[in-house]
C-alpha cells in the first residue's frame, strides 16, 4: 500500500460559492511513496479536521508521556534509574525530570527524542504496554532482534563462537541479580556495552550475528527449562512460580514443561 505524504506548502484562497458568498480553500498538494501526486483544494473547516485527525492519531497512540501517573510510569522510573538515565524518585508520576530522562534515553538510543514513552521508546526499554496487541511472540522476536543487534554491534570482527559468546553474556546477565531481569535492560544499561553509548546498536545485523542471537536464546532457554524441571522434581519450587524465577520462558515454554513432567510421572 502506498503511503500519502501531504507537502508542508499550502496556500489559501477566497473563492465565489454559487450562492453568490465568498468561501476560503486550502489548496493542497499530496504525493504517494510510489510517486503519484494529486492537489485539489479543501475547505478550511475539512483542513482542520485532518490535522485533528492526525494530531489526535499520534497522540492518542502515545502511551506514558507527561502528566501520566501508574505503575507503568514507575516501571518506566525505576528502568531508567537503574541505567543512570534518572536521579530522581520512584513516584509513578511523569513529571519534568521523568520526561527529560525518557528524552535522554530516546537520544542515546537512536529514538525520537520527544519525551514521550511510546510503542518504540517501550520496547527498547523492554516494557509491553497493557494495550498493546503483542503476544508473546512477538515480545521475544523484538528481544532477539535486539540480541542480535548487540552482537554485531559488539563483535562482528569476531569467529562465530565469539558473537554466540557475547549473546550468551546478556543472558546470563539476565538471570542474574546484579542486573536487570531483562535483555533490553541488560543491553541499555548506562555503560554496559560500548557499542549503546556510541550508536552502533542501531545497525542493522547481518544473518549471521541474528543466528548467533538464535543459538544462544536456545540454549539458554535449554538450561532454564531443564533447572526449572529439577527444582520442581525436588519440590523447591512449582509451576505457578516459574514466571516469577525464570522470566525468560515463555507460556509455551511452561507448558512444554507441564507437558515433560506429566510424561516423568
Do not use: H
Not at 18 to 29: A, F, Q, T, V
Not at 77 to 84: A, Y
Amino acid at each position: 500500500m502506498a503511503r500519502l505524504k501531504v507537502s508542508s506548502a499550502f496556500k489559501i484562497e477566497s473563492v465565489k460559492t454559487e450562492n453568490g458568498r465568498y468561501s476560503s480553500l486550502i489548496s493542497l498538494r499530496a504525493q504517494t511513496t510510489s510517486g503519484f501526486v494529486c492537489e485539489d483544494k479543501v475547505s478550511v473547516q475539512f483542513f482542520i479536521i485532518v490535522c485533528n485527525s492526525i494530531l489526535f492519531i499520534k497522540y492518542s497512540t502515545a502511551l506514558s508521556k507527561y502528566g501520566s501517573r501508574g505503575e507503568e510510569v514507575r516501571t518506566i522510573q525505576t528502568k531508567l534509574k537503574r541505567w543512570g538515565y534518572y536521579s530522581d524518585g520512584i513516584d509513578g508520576i511523569y513529571g519534568t525530570k521523568t520526561m527529560n530522562a525518557v528524552k535522554y534515553f530516546q537520544r542515546k538510543n537512536g529514538l525520537t527524542a520527544d519525551g514521550i514513552a511510546g510503542t518504540q521508546t517501550l520496547k527498547a526499554m523492554g516494557i509491553m504496554n497493557s494495550s498493546s496487541t503483542s503476544t508473546s511472540t512477538s515480545v521475544n522476536s523484538s528481544d532477539l532482534n535486539l540480541l542480535a543487534r548487540v552482537v554485531y554491534a559488539e563483535a562482528r570482527g569476531e569467529v562465530y563462537t565469539g558473537q554466540v559468546a557475547i549473546a550468551a553474556v546478556v543472558l546470563n546477565r539476565v538471570k542474574s541479580s546484579s542486573f536487570p531481569n531483562s535483555i533490553a535492560g541488560v543491553i541499555y544499561q548506562s555503560g554496559a556495552f560500548t557499542a549503546v553509548s556510541d550508536g552502533q546498536i542501531n545497525l542493522t545485523p547481518n544473518e549471521t550475528a541474528k543466528k548467533a542471537a538464535q543459538e544462544a536464546t536456545k540454549k539458554a532457554t535449554k538450561e532454564a527449562k531443564e533447572n526449572a524441571i529439577k527444582m520442581i522434581k525436588a519440590g523447591k519450587l512449582s509451576i505457578e512460580d516459574i514466571p516469577q524465577f525464570f522470566t525468560s520462558l515463555t507460556p509455551e515454554d511452561i507448558k512444554e514443561i507441564e507437558k515433560e513432567l506429566m510424561q516423568t510421572v
